[in-house]
């Protein structure tokens, strides 16, 4: 079963370490103090979870605890999602 951090991590690898799974990147690594992502990743990782996962993001949204590393992201994804099946 693919898990929500699995598929943020390929998101990840593949659109932003294009494709090179030897890159050592820990769940909780800051994606903007390692220099994965920018302001127009970020752009990216928005339409991301929205298209796969159904969840509209607002501005509030946009801020590195929700988006600064596969946990993180992970994690808020999560609780969007279980906050909308509810």
Not at 8 to 24: A, C, E, M, P, Y
Not at 41 to 58: K, P, S, Y
Not at 70 to 84: H, T, V
Request: charged share 30%; glycine share 2%.
């Amino acid at each position: 079963m693919v898990t929500i951090k699995d598929k943020v991590r390929t998101f990840i690898v593949d659109n932003f370490l294009f494709g090179d799974k030897s890159f050592q990147l820990a769940d909780t690594d800051s994606l903007i103090e390692n220099d994965i992502i920018d302001s127009t990743a970020v752009l990216e990782l928005v339409a991301f979870i929205e298209d796969d996962f159904g969840i509209a993001m607002v501005d509030s949204d946009v801020v590195p605890a929700n988006l600064d590393s596969i946990e993180r992201l992970s994690s808020f994804i999560k609780a969007r999602a279980e906050a909308l099946a509810a």
